[in-house]
């Protein structure tokens, strides 16, 4: 099943992530799907769109803005689908738990928060 997103949806997840950029701060994927009212089926809607920014952020040699979005559990690290995404974007290597995957997004959410994105992605 092919999901797309609108460009609606897509400049206000776009504006989403750039807000929490700058105030250095996590979104929680329901948080995300709430406040841009995604349609059903909002979660594969919302990944693929994370995943194809992610594609693009790696193409260009920019930190992942999509590892901004986390998981509301406690280990407040993104789902695995994110891990099995970069780990194809050849980002990451490893388990998509444990110390290996913390410690990786840690490092690159700083890097999202220290970089500045172009407003034409």
Do not use: K, N
Request: aromatic share 6%; glycine share 4%; charged share 25%.
């Amino acid at each position: 099943m092919s999901v797309r997103i609108s460009r609606h949806h897509w400049q206000a997840l776009l504006a989403e992530l750039d807000d929490a950029r700058r105030q250095h701060h996590l979104l929680t994927y329901r948080a995300l799907i709430e406040r841009l009212m995604l349609p059903s089926p909002a979660m594969q809607t919302l990944t693929a769109a994370l995943e194809h920014l992610a594609a693009l952020d790696a193409r260009a040699e920019r930190p992942l803005r999509s590892a901004l979005v986390v998981s509301q559990g406690a280990s407040r690290l993104p789902r695995t689908g994110f891990f099995d995404c970069i780990t194809r974007l050849g980002r990451f290597s490893g388990a998509s738990d444990g110390i290996a995957a913390a410690s990786w997004h840690a490092a690159e959410v700083a890097r999202v928060f220290e970089c500045d994105y172009p407003d034409d992605v």
